[in-house]
Nanobody, 127 residues
Framework: QVQLVESGGGLVQAGGSLRLSCTGS????????VGWFRQAPGKEREGVSC????????YYADSMKGRFTISRDNAKNTVYLQMNSLKPEDTAMYYC????????????????????WGQGTQVTVSS
């Protein structure tokens, strides 16, 4: 059974950092593009960042560029999202998603592009 589990969320002050992890089980991460999305109360789910199966391609939403870094360790079936200089507006539930895609590409604009989703991890940034 394919499963994605996010971890690493929590409460942090503005300017602080968190590292989120997305760990897959029931399948080998190699060959899967992985994306991070977030959803704040009353807002639509938005793309944060993504990474291709090899790690060769990464994308970031404009508001995350320079603050967030995505990486992956396929041997550990895990994708990481390092979030620095956090702002109160980063407060949201963060989800990871995966899709089997052997081309060096990923997508942050279209949630339906992904086949598998985790349950999310809450990130709260206090001012």
């Amino acid at each position: 059974q394919v499963q994605l589990v996010e971890s690493g969320g929590g409460l942090v002050q503005a300017g602080g950092s968190l590292r989120l992890s997305c760990t897959g089980s029931g399948f080998a991460f190699v060959g899967y593009a992985v994306g991070w999305f977030r959803q704040a109360p009353g807002k639509e789910r938005e793309g944060v960042s993504c990474i291709s199966w090899s790690g060769g391609s990464t994308y970031y939403a404009d508001s995350m560029k320079g603050r967030f870094t995505i990486s992956r360790d396929n041997a550990k079936n895990t994708v990481y999202l390092q979030m620095n200089s956090l702002k109160p507006e980063d407060t949201a539930m963060y989800y990871c998603a995966a899709r089997l895609y052997s081309i060096d590409y990923c997508n942050t604009r279209n949630t339906v592009w992904y086949n598998y989703w985790g349950q999310g991890t809450q990130v709260t940034v206090s001012s």
